[in-house]
């Protein structure tokens, strides 16, 4: 019947809006109370003011993304290259603290700098059992121990759930049973989304592929 045809239509037309729209209010909402939160307990301001800050949207948002541009600014010359190299010092003398320090930087330094090799790339890996593909992301190569243990070449790879991608495993797998996508890691992370109903435009992939 036409009149459920176009309430489907509609319903493609919306629901992609309103789910984006909520995660985007969620995510201001909660910056917006964090800051709100940290003035209330530092007493960093008056009531009054903060009544007034708690009607500006956004105003979380905004003051995130200043302190990264500052804190990002300060880091880039030598000065502020000096001062974060004593503050890791100082952060990995602490019990407990030094482990989580560690491991964190470990994992932001190789996601977030510009010569990493993490989640650069969409791959092909048979999972959970021979025969069976899934898309994968690669992270990097195997070093130390693990690789010592390991023979012939292997390639550290993470394996996203489906449809939230931010759970999943890790895998280590041979080079030779790994298949390069041409696709972009965006369009992959789409597909595994999608659950493979949105494929990436095979026109593209081959252009890129030329």
């Known amino acids: 019947m036409p009149i459920k045809k176009y309430l489907l239509a509609g319903l493609l037309v919306w629901t992609p809006l ?23 307990k530092l007493h960093l301001a008056s009531s009054d003011t903060i009544y007034w800050l708690e009607h500006v949207p956004g105003l979380g948002v905004i003051l995130l993304v200043l302190v990264l541009l500052v804190s990002g600014a300060l880091v880039s010359n030598v000065a502020g290259r000096w001062w974060m190299k004593q503050w890791d010092r100082l952060l990995k003398k ?15 330094d190789t996601l977030f700098s510009d010569g990493g090799n993490a989640f650069r790339k969409a791959v092909l890996v048979q999972y959970p059992r021979p025969g069976v593909w899934t898309i994968a992301f690669q992270t990097g190569t195997p070093s130390g121990e693990v690789a010592s243990k390991l023979d012939g070449e292997h390639m550290s790879v993470y394996v996203p759930t489906t449809p939230n991608p931010t759970s999943g495993f890790f895998l280590v797998v041979p080079c030779a049973e790994v298949k390069e996508l041409n696709m972009s890691v965006d369009e992959a992370l789409t597909y595994v989304i999608s659950m493979g109903a949105v494929s990436p435009d095979t026109a593209v992939i081959e252009e890129k592929r030329n």
Do not use: E, Q, R
């Open 94 to 108: 602490i019990p407990i603290v030094k482990s989580l320090y560690s491991s964190v930087k470990k994992v932001s």
């Open 18 to 40: 309103v789910i984006t729209v909520a995660v985007l209010s969620w995510l201001v909402g909660s910056l917006d109370g964090a800051f709100i939160g940290v003035l209330m």
